[in-house]
C-alpha cells in the first residue's frame, strides 16, 4: 500500500513539474543572451550621457565632441541592439509583447541618433551649440514611445529569472553601477 501511495505521489509531482510555467525553468543562454542585448544597447548612451554631464559648459569644443560621441554612441548601440535583439527574438512565449515593444524603440532609437548624427556634427562650437544639438535631436526623435524602455525594465523585474538575470547582466550591473552614478 506504502509503495503505491508514494508511487502515486511521485508520479503526480512528475505531472506538475511537467506542467510548471515557462517562469519555473531555468534561464536559457538564449534568454540570457536577449538581456545582455537589451542592455547592451542602453549602456553606450548611458556612459557617454555621463561624459558630457562631466564636460565644462564654458569649453564648447568639449562638450560638443562628447554631444556628438552620445549621438554616435548611442546610434551604433540601438543599432546593434536592434539586430541581436532580432535574431535572437523573443525570449519566451509570455514576453512576446515586450519583445516586440522593446525591438521597436531600439529601431526607432537607433534611426532618430542615426539620422542626428550630421546635423549634430555640422554645428558650430559656439554658445548656441548645446541648444542647438538638442533641437537637432527632437527634430529627428522618431521615437513614438519612450517609455518602452522603462516598461521593459519593469516587466524583466516581475519575472525571478529574469530579475536574476539583469543582476548577473554585465552591461546591466553597469548600467546600475553609472545609473547610481547620475544619482549622486
Same mark, same amino acid.
Given at each position: 500500500? #506504502?509503495?503505491?501511495l508514494l508511487a502515486a505521489l511521485l508520479t503526480?509531482?512528475? +505531472?506538475?513539474?511537467?506542467?510548471?510555467?515557462?517562469?519555473?525553468?531555468? =534561464?536559457?543562454?538564449?534568454?540570457?543572451?536577449? +538581456?545582455? &542585448?537589451?542592455?547592451?544597447?542602453? !549602456?553606450?548612451?548611458? *556612459? %557617454?550621457? !555621463?561624459?558630457?554631464?562631466? /564636460?565644462?559648459?564654458?569649453?564648447? @569644443?568639449? +562638450?560638443?565632441?562628447?554631444y556628438v560621441k552620445l549621438v554616435t554612441s548611442? @546610434?551604433? %548601440?540601438?543599432?546593434? %541592439?536592434e539586430k541581436k535583439l532580432k535574431e535572437l527574438? &523573443?525570449?519566451?512565449?509570455?514576453?512576446?509583447?515586450?519583445?516586440? #515593444?522593446? $525591438?521597436?524603440? $531600439?529601431? *526607432?532609437?537607433?534611426?532618430?541618433?542615426?539620422?542626428?548624427? %550630421?546635423?549634430? /556634427?555640422?554645428?558650430?562650437?559656439?554658445?548656441?551649440?548645446? *541648444?542647438?544639438?538638442?533641437? +537637432? !535631436?527632437?527634430?529627428?526623435?522618431?521615437?513614438?514611445?519612450?517609455?518602452?524602455? #522603462?516598461?521593459?525594465? /519593469?516587466?524583466?523585474?516581475? #519575472?525571478?529569472?529574469?530579475?536574476?538575470?539583469?543582476?548577473?547582466?554585465?552591461?546591466?550591473? *553597469? =548600467?546600475?553601477?553609472?545609473?547610481? /552614478?547620475?544619482?549622486?
Open positions: 500500500m #506504502r509503495t503505491r503526480g509531482a512528475v +505531472v506538475l513539474t511537467a506542467c510548471g510555467s515557462d517562469a519555473d525553468k531555468p =534561464i536559457t543562454d538564449t534568454q540570457r543572451q536577449w +538581456v545582455d &542585448a537589451f542592455c547592451g544597447g542602453v !549602456l553606450p548612451g548611458l *556612459e %557617454a550621457g !555621463l561624459d558630457l554631464r562631466k /564636460q565644462d559648459p564654458a569649453n564648447v @569644443a568639449a +562638450v560638443k565632441a562628447a548611442n @546610434a551604433t %548601440a540601438f543599432t546593434g %541592439a527574438g &523573443a525570449p519566451d512565449d509570455e514576453l512576446k509583447n515586450v519583445h516586440e #515593444r522593446l $525591438v521597436k524603440f $531600439v529601431t *526607432e532609437s537607433a534611426k532618430s541618433y542615426g539620422d542626428a548624427q %550630421a546635423p549634430v /556634427q555640422a554645428l558650430e562650437p559656439n554658445a548656441q551649440f548645446l *541648444e542647438s544639438a538638442e533641437k +537637432v !535631436l527632437a527634430d529627428t526623435n522618431v521615437v513614438t514611445s519612450p517609455e518602452d524602455l #522603462r516598461a521593459t525594465f /519593469q516587466e524583466l523585474q516581475k #519575472r525571478p529569472k529574469y530579475a536574476d538575470a539583469l543582476g548577473r547582466s554585465a552591461p546591466c550591473s *553597469e =548600467i546600475r553601477s553609472k545609473g547610481q /552614478q547620475l544619482g549622486q
